[in-house]
């Protein structure tokens, strides 16, 4: 029997060992991925769709705007419910479409939209891993930023925002599974003193979007809905307060 060149072997093991980690690594993606559910599907339907991005929007000019780093692995549609709750009530929601939905991959992603935009007032806001890479671009882009937003997040040291004059919301669950609650405290070294602490009695890491049930999470005493009307909520009554000119 014909002997193969030894260089010949290497290249075949090299070739099988990637197709493993290729087929890996897409199960692996296929299994931790989160799509939305069809009620959230049929309510992105409203935002105009870009490759970039979706934006959920009442047609304003010049308005204040949300630039949203979605959760790891979670589709962009499942933030569909909350996003046109706010743009019902004139606050655009730039949902950002990310590389296999892990914001990780583009940190940067924001930038283009602040670009395109220069007449809108623009908040940085992230769930979960996108509220890692929210607060780091924000950082980096503190002059064009009005304010953060946290959903179940927190910065790391590389996002710290503790030296920040624009206001910052951070919103948690009480039933969250998910998050890491003593990174989350220890994070707050990198907030303002001033910044806003809000908790969702009874809602859970998932209730941020909607997506069904998240491995790892705990399961919610109240209902997907009343969780998406407390998010816009909170936030809406936050920008009122914090980000919108006051008048007389």
Do not use: C
Request: glycine fraction near 6%.
């Amino acid at each position: 029997m014909k002997k193969w060149p030894r260089w010949k072997k290497i290249v075949g093991i090299v070739v099988f060992v990637l197709l493993v980690v290729v087929i890996a690594s897409t199960v692996f993606i296929q299994k931790s991925w989160y799509p939305a559910t069809v009620e959230a599907q049929k309510q992105s339907q409203v935002a105009t769709s870009t490759k970039s991005y979706d934006l959920y929007t009442s047609g304003q000019k010049g308005a204040t705007s949300i630039i949203f780093y979605p959760g790891a692995f979670v589709a962009t549609a499942s933030y569909s419910n909350w996003a046109s709750q706010l743009a019902a009530a004139g606050i655009n929601v730039y949902v950002l479409n990310v590389p296999l939905d892990l914001a990780v991959l583009a940190p940067d992603a924001a930038n283009t939209i602040l670009k395109a935009h220069p007449d809108e007032k623009f908040i940085l806001a992230g769930h979960s891993l996108g509220g890692v890479m929210a607060s780091r671009f924000a950082k980096e882009h503190a002059s064009q930023v009005a304010g953060v937003i946290f959903l179940a997040s927190y910065p790391d040291k590389k996002g710290s925002l503790k030296e920040e004059t624009f206001p910052v919301l951070s919103i948690t669950a009480s039933n969250d599974g998910v998050l890491n609650w003593a990174k989350y405290d220890e994070a707050k070294q990198y907030l303002p003193k001033d910044t806003t602490y809000v908790e969702i009695k009874g809602g859970n890491h998932a209730g941020f979007g909607t997506y069904g049930d998240q491995k790892g999470d705990d399961t919610a005493t109240i209902s997907n809905a009343m969780q998406q009307t407390k998010i816009s909520t909170y936030i809406m009554e936050w920008i009122a307060q914090y980000i919108l000119p006051k008048t007389s």
